[in-house]
């Protein structure tokens, strides 16, 4: 059964930065893509980044040249580097294994001053 856990919110100021971590686990990772989607409060839950099991990424567009996804297979890791954070990037943030269909729990993620 793959399971995804994912860390790294947490309340930062606009302009600032985060770095989510997906660590998954019961999965054949390196074999996978992988997404991260968002959802904010009292909307539905949107496509944010996603990266192939070769490395190449794509983006939603309000997050391109701020957001960055890469991975770690030796460390069954996906990350979302998240560069000048704004308001509207508030949300809970999920990992997916497009492989298996599965979701993680989610990581809160408030940009405010």
């Known amino acids: 059964q793959v399971q995804l856990a994912e860390s790294g919110g947490g309340l930062v100021q606009p302009g600032g930065s985060l770095r989510l971590s997906c660590v998954a686990s019961?999965?054949?990772?390196?074999?996978?893509?992988m997404g991260w989607y968002r959802q904010a409060p009292g909307k539905g839950r949107e496509f944010v980044a996603s990266?192939?099991?070769?490395?190449?990424?794509n983006y939603l567009d309000s997050v391109k040249g701020r957001f960055t996804i890469y991975r770690d297979n030796a460390k069954n890791t996906v990350y979302l580097q998240m560069n000048s954070l704004k308001p509207e990037d508030t949300g809970v943030y999920y990992c997916?294994?497009?492989?298996?269909?599965?979701w993680g729990k989610g990581t809160l993620v408030t940009v405010s001053s």
């Open positions: 990266i192939t099991s070769g490395g190449s990424g």
């Open positions: 997916k294994d497009w492989g298996s269909n599965a």
């Open positions: 019961g999965s054949e990772f390196s074999l996978n893509d």
